[in-house]
Structure formats: structure tokens, C-alpha cells
């Protein structure tokens, strides 16, 4: 007999459990009071000769933490690429797209993200994009050197590249900015799931963050931002979300006329601006905590003491502050040879302790809705495919609290335990989904 609890699949006691369950959204009474003042104040909106107050602070602080220049609020993530494309893209003129017609997308992303794609190129040049879905790496970012082998043989033909920030890592983004630049591409960088971690080397020309509450690191209503060095750029992002009307003078970009553009109103307004400070201040604690949570899980996972073969592999960190949408560990060969689980297995039985764990995105080769755009690309999509099929994906509120590793480190004793019992129990089970 061992001493170790059952899983709570086998009918143990969870490890999570409502007394312990991590709070998501952390939210408080400075929530409350920042929207009160807001809806008070009678100001929900800034444009032209109104300027912004807090969409203000806000872009200033998002840029400043993120090492940017320059921030322009958005609705949402998918209108600031949206937004960011056709900023470069107005940029350049319509001579050097002429005969472009193809975006390298991320294979593996949340595929909301080629809709911003398609709109930032239809309202620029009046035309959809062709996507081409370049596989992901092991670490479930986009691979720099398909993309570099493709720009070799295409460049005349391609328009933009979209690297995205995945679950912990930002990805080879200075080499993909390198590569713009040799091959005059654009580049945008798709930094919805980076919240306030900060890419340290040299960036895209844009990037763009997600405020989406139902995951991202600094959640709100819903928000978003694109982020620039270029104060050109910023004021035709800026005139782009109001409709065609440049920086004015109180404005944290620069003032500069912008000649007449079709745009449209795209506004980030004041009460979301507003929840989103609040909640960027609060991650920039969460991000020390999650850097200090990673680095015990990595320890945690490579401790022959619990897993004599290492059964789980997480990525090594990539920035000083990485990104912490989620945690992600990959499950080795070694889970089915030294334990005889499989990835779903394990998936099942931690959602079961009360961890929301899942498999992930669905890659856009797979994604019924989108898998048109890589057929006929000549990629193979076998490593973003088992990204996910081995995938143990789990929510940013359990990374942010300082509790996490020991509950995962319990997680792990039970399923080494009992791991007799718990082979197959994935079977005829749902995925979990949350």
C-alpha cells in the first residue's frame, strides 16, 4: 500500500479545491473605484480635440513595460494587428505590394488572429491575403528557419510575416525582424498572449496585445493595444482607430498631420483603458511571481527523485519576463515508457485535481474553419501536431499564484503513485476543455 492520496480522478481528494482555487481575474476594490470615477466623470471616450485621459496612461505604461515607444489602444487583439499591418502596409505604398499577395501566418495560434490578418490587408489594399500556416517548434513558436527557407525562394510574393507569441514564449522574433528587413517583408508580432512580459531583443516594426478576459495575463472587459518604436507609424495607427485624425498635441505620440486615409472608428474607450491599467499593474507583480513559479516547476520536472525520466519538458524561458498566458510542458516519450500514461491521461487526471489543464490551440492546419489555407503549402505540420497531442497546457491563474508548484508537486506524486491504475483512464473521456 502506498501512503501517497488517490487521485481525484480514482476518487481522491482534489488538490484544488474552492478553498484553494486561484481567484481569475484578481480583481479589487481599485477596480471598482478607477471604473466609478470613469462612469462618474462623464468622459467615456477620447477623439480629435477630446483627448483621452486614461487610454493615455494607459498606452504609456503598456509601451514603456513592454519597451516600446509608443502605444495606440485598441478594441480588441484582432483589430490591433488589424491595425499594425495597415500601418506598415500604408507605409510602404501600394507600388511595393503590387504582385504580393501571401502573410506567413503561425500554424499553431489561436486563428482568431488571421482574421485581424486578412482585415489589416483588405482595408489597406482592397484585397484579402493569401495565408501560408508555417509550422511551430517544439516550444510552440513559430519556426524561423521554414521561414527563412521560404523567404529565400518567395520574398517577391510575400507581403508580411506574423510570428506569435505562444503560451511561454515570445519566439524567435529578432531574427524574424532580421529577416524582414533583409528580405523587405513586413513584420508584425502577435503578442496577444504576452501581457506584461517584455521581449528583450530587437523587435517587429508593430506588435500588438490582447486584453481578453478569458485568459489573457492582463485581462479586461475586453482591450487591446498596438505598440510601435516608430512614431510614424503610431500616428497612422492613431489616425487609423479614429477615424483618419492624427495625434493631437496632448497625445503620447508625437503631433503630425496624417494625409487623408479611409478609417474608420476604433476607439478603445475609457472604462476598458481603465480596467486594463489596473489589471497591467497587478501583472507586473504577477510577472515576478510566474517567473519565480517557472523556474520551481522546471526543477520540479526535471527532479529524478520524482520522475527518474524526465516525463515533462517546459521550454527555457526566453526573456528575463516571459510571457505567462499559460504554462506549458510537453509530455516526453518517457510518459509512456516509465509511467505507461499517455499525455491524455494526464491531462484528464490533472483537470480532475481541479487544474485546468487542456491540449491547447488547434493548429490551423486542423481547425475546420481554416484548414483551406495549408493545403498545398509545401510544410509539413507533423511538429505543430504533436505540440498539441502532447501538450499540457494550463491557465495563467494557476502560474500567478505563488501555491502552484506545490499543488502540482503533490499532482505528480499521486500520478507516480498510482500511475497502475491511471493508465488508460483518458480513455472514452472528453478532452478537457475550459
Not at 505590394?97 to 502573410?103: L, M, P, Q, S, T
Not at 500554424?107 to 489597406?124: F, I, K, N, P, W
Not at 526566453?318 to 491524455?344: H, I, N, Q, R, V
Request: charged fraction near 20%; hydrophobic fraction near 45%.
Amino acid at each position: 500500500m502506498t501512503a501517497v492520496a488517490l487521485p481525484a480522478v480514482l476518487g481522491g481528494p482534489p488538490v484544488v479545491t474552492a478553498a484553494n482555487d486561484p481567484a481569475w481575474p484578481e480583481v479589487g476594490g481599485v477596480e471598482s473605484a478607477f471604473l466609478a470615477e470613469v462612469t462618474e466623470g462623464g468622459q467615456w471616450v477620447g477623439y480629435a480635440n477630446h483627448p483621452a485621459k486614461w487610454r493615455a496612461v494607459l498606452e504609456q505604461v503598456v509601451a514603456d513595460t513592454t519597451g516600446h515607444r509608443y502605444g495606440v489602444g485598441q478594441p480588441n487583439g484582432t483589430l490591433a494587428i488589424a491595425s499594425g499591418l495597415r500601418a506598415q502596409l500604408l507605409a510602404r505604398g501600394a507600388s511595393w505590394a503590387h504582385g504580393r499577395d501571401e502573410v506567413l501566418v503561425a500554424d499553431l495560434t489561436h486563428a482568431s488572429a488571421h482574421h485581424g490578418v486578412t482585415l489589416g490587408v483588405a482595408a489597406q489594399l482592397g484585397r484579402a491575403p493569401r495565408l501560408v500556416p508555417v509550422p511551430a517548434k517544439l516550444d510552440a513558436t513559430m519556426d524561423e528557419d521554414v521561414v527563412a527557407s521560404y523567404l529565400a525562394a518567395h520574398a517577391d510574393r510575400v507581403l508580411a510575416v506574423v510570428p506569435a507569441t505562444m503560451y511561454g514564449n515570445f519566439g524567435a522574433i529578432d531574427r524574424f525582424a532580421a529577416l524582414g528587413r533583409e528580405h523587405d517583408v513586413v513584420v508584425h508580432h502577435d503578442n496577444a498572449l504576452g501581457g506584461a512580459a517584455r521581449y528583450d531583443g530587437a523587435g517587429a516594426p508593430t506588435a500588438s496585445l490582447s486584453g481578453q478576459g478569458g485568459g489573457k495575463a492582463a485581462p479586461s472587459c475586453e482591450g487591446g493595444l498596438t505598440l510601435t518604436d516608430d512614431p510614424e507609424l503610431a500616428a497612422l495607427m492613431r489616425a487609423d482607430t479614429d477615424c483618419g485624425t492624427g495625434p493631437g498635441r496632448l497625445d503620447p505620440i508625437p503631433y503630425a498631420e496624417v494625409a487623408p486615409m479611409m478609417a474608420g472608428n476604433q476607439r478603445m474607450g475609457e472604462q476598458p483603458a481603465a480596467l486594463l491599467l489596473v489589471q497591467w499593474l497587478r501583472a507586473l507583480h504577477a510577472r515576478l511571481v510566474m517567473r519565480e513559479n517557472r523556474r520551481l516547476i522546471r526543477e520540479l520536472v526535471a527532479d529524478p527523485g520524482l520522475f527518474p525520466e524526465p516525463v515533462l519538458w517546459n521550454p527555457p524561458p526566453d526573456a528575463e519576463y516571459p510571457p505567462f498566458f499559460a504554462l506549458y510542458l510537453s509530455c516526453t516519450e518517457a510518459l509512456e515508457s516509465s509511467l505507461g500514461l499517455t499525455p491524455k491521461d494526464l491531462r484528464v487526471t490533472l483537470a480532475a485535481e481541479g487544474v485546468w489543464a487542456e491540449a491547447g490551440f488547434t493548429p490551423t492546419h486542423l481547425d475546420p474553419a481554416w484548414r483551406q489555407w495549408a493545403d498545398g503549402v509545401p510544410f509539413s505540420y507533423e511538429m505543430s501536431a504533436r505540440v498539441v497531442e502532447r501538450a499540457v497546457f494550463v491557465h495563467t491563474k494557476f502560474l500567478r499564484d505563488p501555491r502552484f508548484p506545490d499543488m502540482l508537486a503533490e499532482i505528480f506524486r499521486r500520478v507516480v503513485a498510482h500511475r497502475d491504475r491511471l493508465r488508460g483512464i483518458g480513455e472514452g473521456r472528453p478532452e478537457p476543455v475550459w
